[in-house]
Antibody, heavy 118, light 107 residues
Framework: EVHLVESGGGLVQPGGSLRLSCAAS????????MTWVRQAPGKGLECVAK????????HYVDSVKGRFSISRDNAKKLVYLQMNSLGAGDTAMYFC???????????WGQGTLVTVSS | DIQMTQSPSSLSASIGDSVTITCRAS??????LNWYHQKPGRAPKLLND???NLQTGVPSRFSACGSGTDFSLTISSLRPDDFGTYYC?????????FGLGTRLDIK
């Protein structure tokens, strides 16, 4: 069965850092574009970062450019999101999701909650 | 960026009713329009891609259609499991943007 499991969320002070991890199972992660999609409390969905299958290309939404970094380890079937200089606006549930060639987010993890507060 | 506008933002319906949610893109997205269903505290679940293509396991009570900039999702014979929030999302041009969602509640 196909699964994505996120971890690494938690409470962090403004200006702090967190590293999220996404562990894949049941499919070949090396053939999938991977993304991090966040959802602020009571709000909609926003893809904040995506990475090509081989890690050669990465894209970020403007609000996280220069602060967040996405990476992957296909051998370990892991995807990461390093988040620095966190602010209250980054408080959200962070989902890991695959992105297919049609621009569809087809496999989702259950999410990990990031709360930025003093 | 392509803006996705859903309407209504919320609606109430009863078991057995039919409802239609609409989604409008700020520019043409051809057929690259997807719908997701999210229940509270859960991850979104893909309902269909390429506008009308239902995913395996999604009941035929769900139907989606549209083209260009205007799309709709119709759910007939509502069941308790259908309630939650529905999002449209364009896969035509990055960043692949979502609508703000339509919350469907039990009347």
């Amino acid at each position: 069965e196909v699964h994505l499991v996120e971890s690494g969320g938690g409470l962090v002070q403004p200006g702090g850092s967190l590293r999220l991890s996404c562990a894949a199972s049941g499919f070949n992660i090396s053939t999938s574009r991977m993304t991090w999609v966040r959802q602020a409390p009571g709000k909609g969905l926003e893809c904040v970062a995506k990475i090509k299958e081989d890690g050669s290309e990465k894209h970020y939404v403007d609000s996280v450019k220069g602060r967040f970094s996405i990476s992957r380890d296909n051998a370990k079937k892991l995807v990461y999101l390093q988040m620095n200089s966190l602010g209250a606006g980054d408080t959200a549930m962070y989902f890991c999701a695959t992105l297919d060639d049609l621009g569809t987010f087809d496999i989702w993890g259950q999410g990990t909650l990031v709360t930025v507060s003093s | 960026d392509i803006q996705m506008t859903q309407s209504p933002s919320s609606l109430s319906a009863s078991i057995g009713d039919s409802v239609t949610i609409t989604c409008r893109a700020s520019q043409k997205v051809n057929d690259f329009l997807n719908w997701y269903h999210q229940k509270p505290g859960r991850a979104p679940k893909l309902l269909n891609d390429l506008t009308c293509n239902l995913q395996t396991g999604v009941p035929s009570r769900f139907s989606a259609c549209g083209s260009g900039t205007d799309f709709s999702l119709t759910i007939s014979s509502l069941r308790p499991d259908d309630f939650g929030t529905y999002y449209c999302q364009q896969g035509f041009s990055p960043p692949y943007t979502f609508g703000l969602g339509t919350r469907l509640d039990i009347k």
